[in-house]
């Protein structure tokens, strides 16, 4: 299975790489939406974890991408944030996306819903 990350924090980005690869999962990340939506475009992916304040495209603004693009729609997403406000899950699950995860990330957590969501989708 293949992870999409996209998130400007490149500590915290090394980290979700680091936990999701040992976790055997093949991992693409990327400092901001714009990049992850042109590596998802030539890469794809099988699920996507998306920061929402990131420079030049924010993770909402990707997930507008991604539920918009017939080739991409139904790509489970997980949006992630530091912000962690109710308008922020309200506004993220409203515009599609699977599930909501604040920061700081809990690892082994993010691992259980990439494949709980894997499985609900019935990619299994």
């Given at each position: 299975m293949k992870v999409l990350i996209a998130d400007d924090d490149d500590e915290l980005r090394d980290l979700m790489v680091l936990y999701l690869s040992n976790a055997g999962y093949g991992v693409s990340a990327h400092e901001n939406g714009k990049k992850?939506?042109?590596?998802?475009?030539?890469?794809?992916?099988?699920?996507?974890?998306?920061?929402?304040?990131?420079?030049?495209?924010?993770?909402?603004?990707?997930?507008?991408?991604?539920?918009?693009?017939?080739?991409?729609?139904?790509?489970?997403?997980?949006?992630?944030?530091?912000?962690?406000?109710?308008?922020?899950?309200?506004?993220?699950?409203?515009?599609?996306?699977?599930?909501?995860?604040?920061?700081p990330v809990d690892y082994d957590g993010l691992i259980k819903h990439i494949k709980s969501l894997w499985e609900a989708f019935g990619k299994e």
């Open positions: 992850a939506w042109e590596a998802l475009q030539k890469e794809g992916a099988d699920v996507a974890v998306l920061d929402i304040n990131m420079p030049e495209m924010d993770g909402l603004e990707l997930l507008d991408l991604i539920r918009g693009s017939e080739k991409f729609q139904e790509l489970p997403v997980i949006i992630i944030t530091a912000g962690a406000r109710n308008i922020d899950r309200e506004t993220a699950l409203g515009r599609g996306a699977d599930m909501y995860l604040p920061k």
